[in-house]
């Protein structure tokens, strides 16, 4: 059964720092790995998807990359501001669109 | 923009009482999700349709149903409700792809409390 983990839980970083989240998942056998940001009390946004082919992903100041055979993805944010406080999750995408989701990380950028 | 709108933000309703949250996607995607979300315990799917008619059972399906009449539409049923329903609801729609490749996109969530 697959299982995905993220750590750390929380994130607390000064504003304009670059940072990393970090998802590992059990099985290696996915369709994709997909990450999301979530806002308090709303539903999710999809972020980055990466195909199970593919190592990395961007979006403007977001890179995501993909090692299958490690288990791991990354979510990389680049120069953070205020407005990139929120929780993040990464899923695991198994047969027929089945999401396997973490916990998330719930990131706080500080002025 | 996809645009997936569930009925209700927040639901109060009593235990025993049969449950139906609704959600509505307007890009014509085929496939449509429930998810549970609950804290500890993450997100959870509850059921999957990826066709009108067509329902197939995820991981906690356990005094849930789901009806899919219309391709936009996708309801879930709590037949007869319990404190443990208690829960934040989230629908999803995606496009079906021959490689499965497809982002998912989610409605801000429903807020259900049963007393």
């Known amino acids: 059964k697959q299982e995905v983990t993220q750590i750390p839980a929380a994130l607390s970083v000064p504003e304009g720092e670059n940072l990393v989240l970090n998802c590992s998942f059990t099985?290696?056998?996915?369709?994709?790995l997909q990450w999301f940001r979530q806002d308090p009390g709303k539903g999710l946004t999809s972020l980055l998807l990466i195909q199970s082919s593919q190592r990395e992903q961007t979006s403007g100041r977001l890179n995501a990359s993909l090692d299958k055979s490690s288990g791991r993805s990354t979510l990389y944010i680049a120069a953070s501001q205020p407005g990139d406080s929120a929780t993040y999750l990464c899923?695991?995408?198994?047969?027929?669109?089945?999401?396997?989701f973490g916990q998330g990380t719930r990131l706080t950028i500080n002025p | 923009d996809v645009k997936v709108t569930q009925s209700s933000r927040y639901l109060v309703k009593r235990t025993g009482e049969k449950v139906f949250l609704e959600c509505v996607q307007d890009?014509?995607?085929?496939?449509m999700f429930w998810y549970r979300q609950d804290p500890g315990l993450g997100l959870r799917l509850i059921y999957f349709s990826y066709d009108v008619k067509m329902k197939e059972k995820g991981d906690i399906p356990e005094g849930y149903s789901v009806s899919r009449e219309k391709k936009e539409r996708f309801s879930l049923i709590l037949e007869s409700a319990s404190t443990n329903q208690t829960s934040m609801y989230l629908c999803?729609?995606?496009?079906?792809?021959?490689?499965?490749?497809?982002?998912?996109?989610f409605g801000d969530g429903t807020r259900l409390s049963i007393l």
């Open positions: 099985d290696s056998a996915i369709y994709n």
């Open positions: 890009m014509d995607h085929e496939n």
């Open positions: 999803a729609s995606s496009f079906l792809a021959l490689d499965s490749n497809q982002p998912q996109h």
């Open positions: 899923a695991s995408q198994r047969g027929a669109q089945k999401l396997v």
